[in-house]
Each structure stands twice: as C-alpha cells, then as structure tokens.
C-alpha cells in the first residue's frame, strides 16, 4: 500500500515531490519536530507529545500552525489513512517558505507536515539479553532540549555506534559527564542502587518516555535522582538502560566493550521495562 503523507491541507502520496526549494526547514533546519507511536491504533501520551511541541516551537520562534485539537484529527487521520494500527507518526513544523534571508518575515506561514510508517521495535534477544552503546564526546549545540530538525551531530554519532556494531552512542561532556543518547536518553542504577538520570535543562531533551519512567520508579518505590552521572559511575553501575518512543524501556548492559553489572538485564530495568508496557497497552518482549 501507497504510504499517505499530510502537508499544509493535503493528504497525498509520501513519494511526491513537494517541499519548496526555499523552505526555511531545508534550507536553515529552522523547524521542530515529535516522533509519537500509536499501539493498537492509539497514539500514545499523546497530550505530553503536544506539550513538549508547543515548548519546542516557543523557544524557536515558530507559530503553531493550528490548534492542538486540529492537529491532533489531522494525525489520526493520516493514521487511519495508512491503516496500521501499530505506527511511528511523525510530526515537523518548520518556519516555512521565504526568500532565503536569515530574518524570516513575520508574514511567513509555518509548513507543517505528517508521515507514518509501521512500528519497527529492537528485537526481542535485545530485551531479553540487552544491548551495547559506545560513548563519544557530545558535539552538539547548547540547547538540546529544543526538539531541532537540526541533528547532524546525532546523526554521526548514531552512524558511528552502528558501523561499531552498538545500539547507541551515549553522549559525554567534557567534564566526563553522560548528557543522553545520541537519540535516547540515559539511565543507571547507581552502585548505591540509585536509579539516576540527567536532570532536565538545556543539555538534554526532555524525553517523553522519560518522564513516564520516572513516574514509574516513583509509584515502585524505586529511589530516584534526577542527577548526572560520569562515565565513570556508569562503568561500575549495577545496572544500564535506555528510553526512548521507539525503544521503550530498553537494558543496556555493556558500554563500550564491558559489561556492566553482571552483564545482563537487572531487577530495576527488568521491572519498569514490564510496568512502561503496562502504561502503553503493549506486550512487550521483557514480559516473556
């Protein structure tokens, strides 16, 4: 079946031709986006998604382009029109179409537009067994937690830690601190049996289901701190996981080449990797 795509009032086929040349978003990467899944038809924490949206375009000067209620039809509806039930949708807005200027005129609609493509999760040895991340220093710009189309450092970093044979590059600072993942964040359990992961602010992007984790541990009872930690507190941590909308809650158990822990999923991850299924309505392969 022919992928549908949604942009500016027009549903059509993914393969058309049809961002302008002068789009600010090809031109400038002056656009945000949100990556949302839908399971069983649902799109999920929905309403979060558009929080973090609207912070996103505030802070880089983008209108939103309709109400929240609109664009919340228009992706249902660009879901149904692709008739899957278990989707990644995809979400940008950009500045939109002018003369190249690095002012844009405030006359300028936003462009916004819509893709969904099936639900592609990591595969069930990984959950059972964990994955591996390699660590690279974090080259990227100083507001992280506006979700930019611009991702060229997490991109390389991304390349580099697949051509490595890892899942993910974690992202370290020049102090030696672990910021997030080049497309996820990050998460230990501390050798206290603390379960911490960077503070928000502008070195991170406020994940989504990050924040779902986190409200988790607390209802667990799980000792919680939202404080960083080195590389060095992650190479003698207990235990190791990522999160993000298309990896769930997902263990990590060696970080450039050496295990950590015992080298296999623990309790903690093991036991929010379960209740995160739970809050999405999802079998999840940690539940096997």
């Not at 302008?20 to 924490?45: N, P, S, T």
């Not at 995809?90 to 099936?118: K, M, W």
């Not at 060229?152 to 390349?159: F, G, T, Y």
Request: include cysteine.
């Amino acid at each position: 079946m022919t992928r549908i795509a949604y942009l500016d009032g027009r549903f059509l086929p993914i393969a058309t031709p049809a961002v302008a040349v002068e789009d600010r978003g090809l031109q400038f990467a002056h656009g945000v986006y949100e990556v949302i899944k839908a399971i069983g038809g649902r799109l999920v924490d929905l309403e979060r998604h558009l929080d973090r949206l609207e912070r996103s375009l505030a802070e880089a000067a983008i209108p939103m382009p309709t109400s929240r209620a609109v664009l919340a039809l228009l992706l249902e509806e660009c879901l149904r029109r692709n008739r899957l039930r278990d989707a990644v949708v995809y979400l940008q807005i950009d500045r939109g179409v002018a003369e190249r200027n690095h002012v844009c005129p405030e006359s300028v609609e936003p462009t916004l537009f819509i893709t969904v493509r099936p639900l592609r999760l990591p595969a069930q040895e990984e959950y059972e067994q964990g994955v591996a991340v390699i660590t690279l220093p974090d080259e990227r710009w100083a507001r992280c937690d506006i979700k930019s189309v611009s991702l060229l450092p997490n991109v390389l970093a991304r390349s580099r830690a697949a051509a490595l044979g890892a899942r993910e590059a974690w992202l370290v600072d020049a102090g030696g601190v672990v910021t997030e993942g080049s497309a996820s964040n990050a998460w230990i359990v501390d050798a206290a049996g603390v379960l911490r992961t960077h503070p928000l602010g502008p070195r991170i992007l406020g994940g989504v289901t990050r924040s779902v984790v986190l409200e988790l541990a607390h209802a667990q009872g799980i000792p919680v701190a939202e404080r960083a930690f080195t590389l060095a507190e992650a190479a003698a941590a207990r235990e190791a996981f990522l999160t993000s909308t298309t990896s769930l809650v997902l263990p990590v158990t060696r970080i450039d080449g050496r295990p950590i822990g015992d080298g296999r999923p623990g309790p903690v991850t093991r036991s929010l990797a379960r209740a995160y299924a739970a809050h999405i309505g999802f079998k999840s392969a940690a539940e096997e």
